[in-house]
């Protein structure tokens, strides 16, 4: 890896992780001081970053790690619902044995994870199923887009059924009914439309939790991602 890629991936897990909370300037010399490197690569990985929409550059404040309110939230995940379910759709017939199996145990994998309450383990396994599901997608823009849509929002969705833990079940359910609609060789079209609708009922579960929290003023453009935390 050159000193760019390991600033930016140092860097892009310190946002994804909470610990760079959103706000949080980026001082391009401080960061280059503590990480051993020049201006440079500090300053490349910041665009990169800014690229994908984890980090804004703000006036008269330099970059910041970027936060994100309910309407970004809605927004991004309406998009990713359809992008990923085109994209899955369109792997799926170039799907091998070898990714059946992988996605048959992360699926054996998840329910564990629910039986055993432990969702933030859920949550990093939902990940890989569906990073899984979506590989063989012959549109390599198509899948930049999805992954890309999956970074910006991973700021709330990493702990997501930590937060929503009634969800965790019924999402597992979704996923047995990819896994199954795969084995009987649907119509991709099927597989497109159970993504489409999973997603987009996780999002709901989500704002509507949030809104409860709020007391029930309904949707808005509060912040739900500082940190990636509500």
């Known amino acids: 890896m050159s ?3 390991e600033v930016y991936e140092i860097l892009r897990q310190r946002i994804l992780s909470g610990e760079f909370s959103s706000g949080f300037r980026l001082i391009i010399d401080a960061l280059a001081r503590q ?4 201006a440079i690569p500090v300053r490349e990985a910041i665009h990169r970053l800014e690229a994908e929409g984890l980090v804004r550059h703000e006036p008269n404040v330099g970059a910041a790690v970027a936060g994100m309110d309910e309407d970004e939230y809605r927004e991004i995940l309406t998009v990713l619902a359809r992008l990923e379910g085109w994209a899955t759709a369109l792997s799926v017939p170039h799907a091998t044995p070898d990714d059946l199996i992988q996605l048959t145990d992360l699926v054996s994998q998840m329910h564990a994870a629910v039986d055993g309450s432990q969702l933030e383990t859920y949550t990093r396994l939902n990940r890989q199923f569906h990073r899984v599901l979506r590989q063989r997608c012959p549109n390599r823009f198509l899948g930049e887009m999805v992954e890309r849509c999956w970074t910006r929002v991973d700021q709330v969705r990493r702990n997501i059924f930590v937060r929503v833990p009634d969800r965790a079940r019924t999402s597992l359910q979704d996923h047995y009914q990819m896994l199954q609609s795969i084995r009987e060789h649907a119509p991709p079209r099927v597989l497109q439309e159970l993504v489409e609708d999973h997603q987009i ?3 709901d579960a989500y704002l509507s939790r949030l ?7 309904g949707p808005g453009s509060s912040p739900i991602a500082k940190g990636g935390r509500p």
């Open 201 to 203: 009922t996780t999002m």
């Open 3 to 5: 000193k760019t890629d």
């Open 35 to 38: 990480l051993g490197v020049s």
């Open 211 to 217: 809104d409860a929290r709020h007391g029930g003023d």
